[in-house]
């Protein structure tokens, strides 16, 4: 592995210059915890939020950021008051978030939440930003110009998912083996012992009670319909370079397991560790070099038994129409992950019940292959111009669905 050949050090090179994009999300937090508890090693650079101005702004206080930035211009006035007389330079808009993108630092934290991410992202890794990868459209909507930007590059794309992270770490130092299948595990979300019949009733309230995270809504409801995994399937095979046929996921309730690779060997090896994004958050941030570890400490002998299982593609269909996106290629992928997003919107909202979420992202993908579509984007503007014709034509699909009207709606 990489960090064989390394000293025996729990020592970073400090400070270690951040930059976070979407500081104030989940993965921000997350990201903020690790610099909290290690203030000596890291220095924050600039700090991005989409719209929580005051958040935004007690945040670059609190970590000291140079710059913080706010993506809706509306939000400028509140920011730049928030931070008077701190020294802190305040922006607004989309293109000072790229901007914030584009200052040299040792990680770019990449955690904006869904396609607005692709246009800051894309512009540091063409800038030969090292960036520590947790916005999944970068990879769903434009792997193969992501990955391709990344190697033109020189840069490493560090994946901060606990799935990806851990097959990452699998992997270093193993240039020429042969694999023949990676896993990624799946809690199996809040109704993994549901029956289909009780999950079409599901409110968005319990579809939030993830058993063992605490995430964003918008990937909490992808985890409940295990979505996640099948854009997690998409992410793999472009981090990794694999074909979907070598790529699996199995349930596993305790998500002590993250992710499992089988060699040509005949050896599996896996990556445990508690539930806790601190954790491969840290090994990122802190990557070639060892770091202290985040978050708690594993105890298999307190855990007691892990268990595994395939999924069940009857009740949970989005990981099945996910596999097939993946397989049909093209613009199959941006179109699955435009139309994700519109539905669980939907659903969130109260407008379609919860089966309804990957019924819209079906019949979304239907349409684009009826209408003949064929090749992946070429730039990440004719990306960005597939996800949004992706949430029109989800929009259509949404249009004539009466509204679902279920106690406890609003969450």
């Keep these: 592995m990489v960090t064989a050949a390394l000293p025996r050090t729990s020592a970073v090179e400090a400070p270690r210059r951040i930059s976070i994009l979407g500081a104030t999300g989940s993965i921000g937090g997350c990201t903020l915890d690790v610099i909290a508890e290690r203030r000596e090693a890291f220095a924050v650079e600039a700090v991005t939020a989409n719209s929580s101005a005051t958040e ?11 710059l913080a930035v706010i993506a809706e211009e509306s939000g400028f006035r509140d920011l730049k008051e928030a931070l008077a007389g701190s020294g802190i330079a305040a922006a607004a808009g ?72 851990a097959i990452f770490q699998v992997l270093a130092g193993r240039p020429d083996v042969i694999i023949e299948r990676i896993v990624v595990t799946a809690s199996g979300g809040p109704f993994r012992t549901w029956s289909r019949e009780r999950m079409a009733t599901a409110t968005p309230a319990e579809a939030l009670r993830h058993p063992n995270w605490s995430m964003g809504q918008k990937i909490t409801i992808d ?41 040509g060997d005949g050896y599996v090896i896996a990556a445990l560790s508690p539930p806790d994004m601190r954790t491969p958050i840290a090994h990122c941030l802190a990557w070639p070099q060892p770091s202290p570890g985040a978050g708690n400490r594993l105890d298999l002998a307190a855990i007691g038994s892990l268990d595994f299982a395939p999924p069940d593609l009857n009740r949970f269909p989005a990981l099945r129409v996910a596999r097939v996106a993946l397989e049909e290629g093209g613009f199959s992928t941006n179109i ?26 079906e019949e979304t993908l239907e349409a684009a292959t009826a209408a003949r579509w064929a090749k992946a984007p070429a730039s990440i503007d004719e990306a960005i111009s597939l996800d949004a014709e992706g949430r029109r034509l989800a929009a259509n699909a949404l249009n004539g669905r009466p509204p679902v009207m279920t106690k406890g709606t609003k969450s």
């Design 56 to 66: 935004l702004a007690a945040v670059a206080r609190r970590t000291g950021a140079k």
């Design 94 to 165: 989309r293109a000072a978030v790229v901007e914030a993108a584009l200052r040299p630092v040792d990680v770019l934290v990449a955690a904006i939440v869904g396609a607005a991410g692709l246009a800051p992202t894309f512009a540091a890794v063409n800038a030969g930003q090292r960036v520590a990868l947790a916005n999944k459209e970068c990879l769903v909507s434009a792997g193969h110009l992501f990955m391709g930007a990344a190697r033109r590059a020189g840069v490493a794309i560090l994946p901060v998912d606990s799935e990806h992270n």
């Design 223 to 263: 985890s409940a319909t295990l979505m996640n995994k099948g854009l997690e399937l998409i992410e793999a095979h472009h981090l990794f370079a694999q074909p979907s046929e070598n790529l699996d996921v199995l349930v596993h309730p305790q998500s002590i397991v993250h992710g499992l690779v089988s060699f």
């Design 336 to 361: 699955l992950s435009a139309a994700n997003e519109v539905a669980v919107a939907a659903f969130l909202a109260g407008r379609i019940g919860f089966l309804e979420i990957a019924r819209i992202v």
